[in-house]
């Protein structure tokens, strides 16, 4: 069993910068993914960036593109999002999923990921 936890969340303002953190439980070996997901009310799920190991590739939806940034700290087993430039349509919940096949990971397709955060909640407003 792996666990997910994310953090830094918060209400910002159109045009601010917030950094989530996804914290994962232990090691994981071989090749695997992590990817950052958001839900806004009354939507679906949708990959937002993710991370492939051991390589470092790295996929953004187009909609976040020049604006969210994903990194790791393997030693710290943490994953980050850097999202600047935020925008009111970026609210909603962000969680970070792990996906032990890798298949999906530049597709970010989410019921293939295998486990899961409880989400942290992004609001900006005008």
């Known amino acids: 069993q792996v666990y997910l936890e994310e953090s830094g969340g918060g209400s910002v303002q159109a045009g601010d910068s917030l950094r989530l953190a996804c914290s994962i439980s232990?090691?994981?070996?071989?090749?695997?993914?992590v990817g950052w997901f958001r839900q806004a009310p009354g939507k679906e799920r949708e990959g937002v960036a993710s991370?492939?190991?051991?390589?470092?590739?790295?996929y953004y939806a187009d909609s976040v593109k020049g604006r969210f940034a994903i990194s790791k700290d393997s030693a710290k087993r943490i994953v980050y999002l850097e999202m600047q430039g935020l925008k009111p349509e970026d609210s909603g919940t962000y969680s970070c999923?792990?996906?032990?096949?890798?298949?999906?990971?530049?597709?970010?397709?989410?019921?293939?990921?295998?486990?899961w955060g409880q989400g942290t909640q992004v609001t900006v407003s005008l």
């Open positions: 991370i492939y190991f051991p390589t470092d590739s790295t």
């Open positions: 999923g792990l996906d032990l096949g890798s298949r999906y990971c530049s597709t970010m397709t989410h019921r293939f990921f295998d486990y």
């Open positions: 232990r090691s994981t070996s071989g090749n695997y993914c």
